[in-house]
């Protein structure tokens, strides 16, 4: 057996025994797990690019060639490998490449830039970069320069696309298989990125037993089988359309996953009917758009059974318009990168699928709601929502402080959401006590927008806080108390987009104030001061 990963806190030895006895892990990884995909569907197809369709069988080939390429170059077992693919077939090659080799993706975002992914090289030490070349406007192999600059682990930067530049592509890294040891089941098998709350992001570690569990009872939970056609409309690296039961869950049911270049109703209705898509997951916002939207009209949408919807809030108006409108059922979804996945099921009664967030996958999710002195609150009161269980992890990546506090000494982890649980077991959100701000399900968070901030020569403080928006749930806004002269907003987020940062954290609204309060004992706790900046933004 491996060593196990520096920075990765594995699960006390009696929990991994119950997990395994259970039957929750079961002792298979991603690339055992293509392997046994690839006999069984061979010829159906597996996932769905425009007009390319890759059978399980060839997802299985390609996944063996190109970890030989990989192998070739040196990657190996445990390299950290930063993948910002955008709703590609190649998506799935890669990752199941790096996980034959034993290699860990740390899964980016396509909307992040040179802020985000320097750290993610940097931090991870990472071995190489992959990127899609051209996407959506943006050349990301400017990216990849920046990153070599930045992280001097990096040895390559690998372009999957037609124009690779002086970096060298995938084409040219697709070798004859040959054998190589599968990594181990209690591996870590890849870092997922949390949402955050703090200056820099926290990475993820999840193990292939934890995240195959989740991912196996969450196709169940959604009833995927081999006739299921799973659209993903969000960015497949994400938590969500990646594992609940996302695009994993249909490969592992045997169901065929249509990739969306961009989720707009244009684009995504036109696929559900040419493809006969009968599940697909969407955040509260884009679940909004396409209820309003007229192309809805224009297509047959009759094979959508499920409407997924999670990442934040929905609200019960909006719930109750899905089936009347989109004709299919609504599951609301709301889970975490950390661990903890909760869903309405199938067949609950309309007041629950409505009102609640769904309960547990696991009779093993242990969930408590507590008061700020981790005291259980009485049933059915709101409290902060934590969470232990053989899914959730017990620390990120290399972050030993910040894990003492986001973590109970008992393994719990603390979600920084606020929710309540119904008579029958149903978790309802009701807030949030957490620096972040969840601009329809893309989360931002406070102190690291505020680090930026602070670097412009002009501001003397800044403070980011949530408001409320009608159509994304809330935006962000950054209350600045200047140095001199003020800048004027529109200089401030140019200077926030030059320094590299995702176009969504860059605040929407920009408002100066002289000074911020401060009490009569010195000054107040940087949570509390965003608490009643918030306030005082609220209509
Ligand atoms: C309210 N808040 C929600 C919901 C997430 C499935 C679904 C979503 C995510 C996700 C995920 C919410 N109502 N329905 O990983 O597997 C907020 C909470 C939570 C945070 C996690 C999955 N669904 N949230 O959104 O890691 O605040 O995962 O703690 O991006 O989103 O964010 P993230």
Not at 242 to 251: A, F, M, N, R
Not at 404 to 423: I, N, W
Request: aromatic share 8%; proline share 7%; net charge negative.
């Amino acid at each position: 057996k491996q060593q196990e990963l520096p920075g990765y806190v594995p699960w006390p030895e009696e929990f991994v025994r119950r997990y395994r006895e259970v039957g929750y892990w079961a002792g298979q990884t991603f690339g055992s797990m293509l392997r046994e995909l690839a006999e069984r569907y061979a010829d159906r197809v597996a996932v769905v690019d425009g007009e390319r369709r890759w059978t399980y069988s060839e997802l299985d080939e390609r996944a063996d060639r190109l970890a030989a390429g990989l192998h070739r170059i040196g990657i190996r077992a445990q390299d950290r490998v930063v993948l910002q693919l955008p709703n590609v077939a190649e998506f799935f090659e890669v990752c199941f490449a790096l996980w034959r080799v034993g290699a860990l993706p740390v899964f980016a975002l396509p909307a992040h830039r040179s802020s985000e992914i320097t750290y993610f090289c940097s931090f991870t030490e990472a071995v190489a970069y992959i990127v899609p070349g051209h996407h959506a406007g943006f050349d990301y192999r400017a990216l990849g320069y920046e990153a070599q600059g930045a992280a001097p682990s990096l040895r390559h930067v690998l372009v999957v696309g037609d124009d690779p530049g002086s970096f060298t592509s995938i084409d040219d890294l697709r070798d004859a298989p040959r054998p190589l040891a599968d990594p181990a089941p209690s591996d870590v098998a890849f870092l997922q990125l949390s949402g955050g709350s703090t200056g820099v992001p926290k990475l993820i570690p999840r193990t292939h037993d934890d995240y195959l569990y989740s991912v196996r009872a969450s196709a169940k939970i959604c009833g995927l089988d081999p006739s299921s056609v799973y659209l993903a409309a969000l960015p497949v690296a994400h938590n969500f359309p990646l594992s609940s039961p996302g695009v994993l869950g249909t490969l592992y049911a045997g169901g065929t996953v249509v990739l969306a270049p961009d989720p707009s109703p244009a684009t995504a209705l036109a696929l559900i009917e040419r493809e006969r898509v009968t599940i697909t997951a969407l955040v509260p916002p884009l679940a909004l758009l396409w209820l309003d939207s007229a192309a809805r009209l224009e297509h047959d949408l009759s094979s959508l059974e499920v409407l997924q919807v999670g990442g934040s809030k929905l609200s019960e108006e909006v719930a109750r318009r899905v089936r009347p409108t989109l004709g299919c059922g609504l599951q609301q979804v709301f889970g975490m990168a950390e661990g903890l996945v909760n869903y309405t099921r199938l067949h609950d009664p309309d007041d629950i699928i409505l009102a609640t967030q769904g309960r547990p996958i696991s009779p093993d999710d242990e969930v408590r709601v507590v008061d700020d002195e981790d005291q259980d609150v009485p049933a059915g009161e709101v409290g902060h929502l934590l969470t232990r269980g053989p899914y959730t992890i017990r620390g990120y990546y290399r972050a030993e402080e910040h894990n003492r506090s986001a973590f109970t000494r008992d393994g719990f982890y603390r979600t920084g959401d606020l929710v309540r649980v119904t008579p029958e077991g149903y978790l309802v959100v009701t807030g949030r006590d957490k620096d972040q701000i969840n601009r329809g399900g893309e989360k931002i968070a406070a102190e690291e927008i505020e680090n930026h901030l602070l670097a412009h020569p002009a501001v003397h403080d800044a403070a980011v806080v949530a408001v409320p928006d009608a159509y994304l749930g809330e935006r962000s806004c950054a209350v600045v108390v200047p140095r001199g002269e003020a800048p004027s907003a529109p200089a401030l987020k140019k200077f926030l987009r030059e320094r590299g940062l995702a176009a969504y954290k860059v605040p929407d609204l920009v408002k100066f104030v002289d000074a911020f309060a401060q009490t009569g004992v010195g000054k107040v706790s940087r949570k509390q001061l965003r608490e009643s900046l918030a306030a005082s933004l609220r209509p």
